[in-house]
């Protein structure tokens, strides 16, 4: 696979597109790339760009030549809503699930979230979390970057209101039915996942209130930082492209 990099600005044909520091540095020290070398260009908005790598004196820049509208994104389309793990376990499925194909991250804060994040550590957290997915798209040959949503309380996220047909699934050991059981869904899915210790009883009722019916993916307890990346494996394998 050819080189990957991520350009935020809007792409355009027989446009000369500058790298940016990180990217040109990772091309030219770590890649060993040189001039005339082809790489592939994506600004997060589906499709990407064939281009070749040109110099002109300290500057690289990268020339568009043929636009490809192949997207990737799997079907359900899925959004992770991952109750706060500690250190940096969110880093790890970050980038997992957006290996996977996930199409929104929303972390939040749950009673036993153990990591407290407010105003500015907030914010630099999740700007943190949303390059961590673009380098995962980098990789795994996404051209759509999740998005990564502002951190939000447990009870303020159950607080919003469903999109239209969305299925919403609360991952729970003890549920009484499996993820294998339930049929294809037509619409979006939202996985809830709690942190470390699990929801507490409240959060499962206020959960169950707000559309999310319990599944289990087997006799096993599985880590906060590993639910999420199983249960969408395992959707993927289900109902789309694995």
Not at 8 to 26: C, I, R, S, T, W
Not at 37 to 66: K, N, P
Not at 134 to 140: D, K, L, M, P, T
Not at 188 to 206: D, K, M, N, Q, Y
Request: aromatic share 6%; charged share 25%.
């Amino acid at each position: 696979m050819l080189p990957r990099f991520f350009i935020p600005a809007g792409l355009a044909p027989g446009a000369a597109v500058e790298l940016p520091a990180e990217a040109a540095h990772h091309a030219l020290r770590v890649l060993r790339l040189e001039a005339g070398a082809a790489v592939v260009l994506f600004d997060g908005r589906g499709g990407e760009w064939l281009a070749r790598l040109t110099r002109s004196g300290q500057d690289w820049r990268a020339i568009l030549e043929s636009y490809d509208a192949v997207d990737r994104v799997p079907v359900p389309e899925v959004t992770l809503v991952q109750g706060l793990p500690a250190a940096d376990k969110m880093d790890w499925i970050v980038q997992k699930c957006t290996e996977l194909g996930v199409a929104q991250i929303r972390p939040v804060a749950a009673k036993r979230s153990v990591v407290k994040l407010v105003g500015e550590r907030m914010e630099r957290r999740v700007r943190h979390w949303q390059q961590v997915a673009v380098a995962a798209c980098e990789q795994s040959g996404r051209n759509r970057v999740p998005a990564v949503a502002p951190l939000l309380d447990l009870p303020q996220y159950l607080a919003l209101a469903a999109s239209e047909n969305e299925t919403r699934i609360l991952l729970a050991p003890d549920a009484p039915r499996s993820l294998r059981e339930l049929v294809r869904p037509e619409g979006p899915v939202t996985l809830l996942i709690g942190p470390e210790g699990g929801f507490e009883e409240g959060e499962v009722r206020a959960a169950a209130a707000a559309g999310f019916a319990p599944l289990t993916l087997g006799p096993r307890v599985l880590r906060a930082e590993t639910a999420g990346i199983a249960a969408l494996a395992a959707m993927l394998a289900l109902w789309g492209d694995y």
